[in-house]
């Protein structure tokens, strides 16, 4: 049996700017997915789940017609069938899937799914970093049906331990960006999922377009300026350009944020934080009043830099800027006010950087 471990990830700062060939700037995290894979006879995957009970068994030959079932085994199958596409063959095998990340959190459990599972199904064939990355996003795209950006899969793929990184999505490379010492990155758990998730981030993905046609000569929001999108302010309707605002304003943050950490500067990095949740609360509404409440309360208590919701927003997670050594007092306080005021325990994660995905273990069989 061979096992690989594929991490999520936290986003610091940079939210929905990574489809309009923006800058994000996020960390892979401890918790992931680890997938156990062992050769099988007959020529099909059998795919099973720690967290869940069901399985499913798919005959290789039946992979390229096949038709996505909205189930975990989704993410698995659409990795499968681009490795296919990609002209490699697959073996019979079992997947053992045992995920720590949890779903639905913003914290990417389906890239850690992805990206463990493409491991697996390489069984130690080569394939670059980039095009692991490209070929998760596309089983996510092509089968799944989310049309997300390159985020998620490179940071499962590239993450680091120790540093966060600066991606640039459009040339999809990335830079080392070690954060300040003394400060603790601290993700608060809403615990909510609101079913608006995924046709909302469709909506918003077309939204972007529109505002994008808007300015013609321009590949993507990413090349608007600020003074551009000033100009051409009143012919573009009133939520197409307050998405766009968004973008062009969120890809500044992220270079200022990254500025902000290389001086140590936490103060300024808090605020970038606060400016952002704002902004997606406001100009990009994919918040919600849980993650509101959650940012709100942060800031009122000792030791926080800053607060936002992280990932693709209507649930999931916060993540907060927090002084080290403050960050337990700051967990008993969160978990109290959320609770009194939504009954839900929200669970509170302290983090660092963790390394990208890896081959974890090689044991006969
Ligand atoms: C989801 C998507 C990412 C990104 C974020 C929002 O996590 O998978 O590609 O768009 O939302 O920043």
Same mark, same amino acid.
């Given at each position: 049996?061979?096992?690989?471990?594929?991490?999520?990830?936290?986003?610091? $700062?940079?939210?929905?700017?990574?489809?309009?060939?923006?800058?994000?700037?996020?960390?892979?995290?401890?918790?992931?997915?680890?997938?156990?894979?062992?050769?099988?006879?007959?020529?099909?995957?059998?795919?099973?789940?720690?967290?869940?009970?069901?399985?499913?068994?798919?005959?290789?030959?039946?992979?390229?017609?096949?038709?996505?079932?909205?189930?975990?085994?989704?993410?698995?199958?659409?990795?499968?069938?681009?490795?296919?596409?990609?002209?490699?063959?697959?073996?019979?095998?079992?997947?053992? $899937?045992?995920?720590?990340?949890?779903?639905?959190?913003?914290?990417?459990?389906?890239?850690?799914?992805?990206?463990?599972?493409?491991?697996?199904?390489?069984?130690?064939?080569?394939?670059?970093?980039?095009?692991?990355?490209?070929?998760?996003?596309?089983?996510?795209?092509?089968?799944?049906?989310?049309?997300?950006? $390159?985020?998620?899969?490179?940071?499962?793929?590239?993450?680091?331990?120790?540093?966060?990184?600066?991606?640039?999505?459009?040339?999809?490379?990335?830079?080392?960006?070690?954060?300040?010492?003394?400060?603790? $990155?601290?993700?608060?758990?809403?615990?909510?999922?609101?079913?608006?998730?995924?046709?909302?981030?469709?909506?918003?993905?077309?939204?972007?377009?529109?505002?994008?046609?808007?300015?013609?000569?321009?590949?993507?929001?990413?090349?608007?300026?600020?003074?551009?999108?000033?100009?051409?302010?009143?012919?573009?309707?009133?939520?197409?350009?307050?998405?766009?605002?968004?973008?062009?304003?969120?890809?500044?943050?992220?270079?200022?944020?990254?500025?902000?950490?290389?001086?140590?500067?936490?103060?300024?990095?808090?605020?970038?934080?606060?400016?952002?949740?704002?902004?997606?609360?406001?100009?990009?509404?994919?918040?919600?009043?849980?993650?509101?409440?959650?940012?709100?309360?942060?800031?009122?208590?000792?030791?926080?830099?800053?607060?936002?919701?992280?990932?693709?927003?209507?649930?999931?997670?916060?993540?907060?800027?927090?002084?080290?050594?403050?960050?337990?007092?700051?967990?008993?306080?969160?978990?109290?006010?959320?609770?009194?005021?939504?009954?839900?325990?929200?669970?509170?994660?302290?983090?660092?950087?963790?390394?990208?995905?890896?081959?974890?273990?090689?044991?006969?069989?």
């Amino acid at each position: 049996m061979k096992a690989y471990h594929a991490p999520g990830r936290v986003n610091l $700062i940079g939210e929905h700017t990574d489809y309009n060939d923006g800058f994000v700037l996020p960390i892979a995290i401890e918790l992931g997915c680890t997938v156990r894979a062992s050769a099988v006879k007959a020529p099909e995957l059998r795919l099973s789940s720690r967290q869940y009970s069901d399985t499913r068994t798919v005959r290789l030959d039946e992979l390229a017609a096949l038709k996505p079932a909205r189930h975990w085994s989704d993410y698995p199958l659409g990795v499968a069938r681009e490795l296919l596409a990609l002209g490699l063959k697959l073996k019979g095998m079992a997947l053992e $899937i045992d995920a720590t990340v949890p779903t639905g959190s913003g914290l990417s459990s389906s890239a850690a799914l992805e990206v463990a599972s493409a491991l697996a199904l390489l069984d130690g064939r080569p394939l670059d970093k980039i095009e692991l990355a490209r070929l998760c996003q596309r089983a996510e795209r092509n089968f799944v049906g989310m049309p997300c950006g $390159i985020m998620d899969q490179y940071a499962s793929v590239f993450g680091e331990a120790g540093a966060a990184m600066l991606l640039d999505c459009r040339a999809q490379t990335h830079e080392r960006v070690p954060l300040p010492e003394g400060v603790s $990155i601290v993700v608060v758990n809403s615990m909510v999922k609101h079913e608006l998730g995924s046709s909302a981030y469709r909506e918003r993905v077309a939204q972007c377009q529109e505002a994008l046609s808007h300015f013609p000569g321009k590949q993507a929001l990413r090349d608007v300026t600020l003074g551009e999108l000033e100009r051409a302010a009143s012919s573009i309707p009133e939520i197409p350009l307050a998405r766009a605002r968004h973008n062009v304003l969120e890809n500044w943050r992220v270079r200022q944020f990254h500025a902000a950490a290389a001086a140590g500067d936490l103060a300024r990095m808090g605020q970038l934080f606060v400016e952002s949740h704002r902004s997606l609360r406001d100009d990009y509404e994919v918040s919600c009043e849980e993650l509101d409440f959650l940012v709100a309360t942060a800031l009122t208590l000792p030791g926080v830099h800053g607060a936002r919701m992280t990932g693709g927003g209507f649930g999931g997670c916060t993540v907060n800027l927090v002084d080290r050594g403050s960050e337990e007092a700051f967990a008993k306080e969160m978990r109290a006010r959320y609770q009194a005021r939504y009954q839900l325990d929200p669970a509170v994660i302290v983090t660092t950087p963790a390394a990208g995905a890896h081959a974890i273990r090689k044991a006969a069989g």
